[in-house]
């Protein structure tokens, strides 16, 4: 097994980790207490090639592997999860989709300008349908050579910023899942409304909003797939996001035990440092080894999506494993910094904020458990 970063792996590392200390860090406090979307950091993000990092350089991609997009990932998550998981939805659920299942028609309308400059939202949750994808109430009622859109989705990431939105809707109730399709809408179609900004506990600078329709006409050709593949192309999509949020997940810890380390090491107590202390030395070795583990398992996944070779088992051990520790790791983090953590100066009160999210979305941490149960047991 070589654990050797190419030179290429490092230049992306590099490139990610000055822009998200030179770029990200400087108003992120601000944008979290003000739910300031970052607009700015985003665009130039897109032109760094931050958006479209796997997608083929003929679609104006930056045609890299998974593991240079897991490394970027961890980099920006580090200093700032609102603007990584704009990246997440847009590489891996977007822009993956589209390349991997859309016409080529559908690429270059849409996947080009996504992976140059756009920025793309994956609607999936609703109301009554979040863990439970196949129970859609979004129905697109086909009238023959276009359909007709009605419903709600909630949580959507990138809600109020994207151009372009991939939206799970029912068309066939009777078929359960197998009469579920996905469609390609443009922001502006006649009928469709962007709803409220959820006020959230972390990723405040996040875009997250409710998304309605009514009566929006989509024409056939922006349905991705053939009839009734949208529950297959959701599924599959999601196994690839949760490599993503694998990696935000990991980057928040690893962002928190770099900020805990240095603190231990200028904070005195009692006379020393508080690195001196073994109560604080555990801590910190524990912290350590709970992220190179996350590390290696993320690394796995993406090595495994690379070599074309089944990853749904190792995305889901990652994702289900990094949350985990991303939060076990910014709690402690706080747990160091001790009153100081408690505010949002030293960043790590916000960072256990973030941490707490990567359970919950692509997949809660119980329905990884049933995909690896599942895995397993296949």
Known sequence: MDFQLTEEHL??????????????????????????????QIKKMAELGFMGMMVDPKYNGGGMDTI???????????????????MS?????????????GSEEQKERYLKPLAQYGIGAFCLSEPEAGSDATSQRTTAEDKGDFYILNGTKNWITNGNSANVYIVIAQTDASKRHKGINAFILERGMPGFVVGKKEDK?????????????????????????????????????????????????????????????????????????????????????????KIDAARLLVHQAAWLKDQKKDFVKAAAMAKLYASQIAQEVTTEAVQIHGGYGYVKEYHVERMMRDAKITQIYEGTTEIQKMVISRELLR
């Open 89 to 101: 939805v847009n590489n891996s659920l977007v822009c993956w989709g589209l390349e991997r299942f």
């Open 11 to 40: 230049a992306v590392r590099n490139a990610a980790r000055n822009f998200a200390q030179t770029d990200l860090l400087p108003g992120v406090i601000d944008r979290d207490t003000h739910q300031k979307f970052p607009s700015e």
């Open 68 to 86: 240079s997009y897991v490394l970027a990932m961890e980099e920006i998550s580090k200093v700032d999860a609102s603007a990584s998981v704009c």
């Open 201 to 289: 506990m972390g990723i405040r600078g996040s875009d997250t909003h409710s998304l309605m329709f009514t009566d929006v006409k989509i024409p056939k050709a922006n349905r991705i797939g053939e009839e009734g593949f949208g529950f297959n192309f959701a599924m599959s999509t999601l196994n690839g996001g949760r490599i993503g949020i694998a990696s935000q997940a990991l980057g928040i810890a690893a962002g928190a035990y770099e900020l805990a380390l240095k603190y231990s090491k200028e904070r005195k107590a009692f006379g020393k440092n508080l690195s001196d202390h073994q109560a604080i030395q555990f801590k910190l070795a524990e912290m350590a080894t």
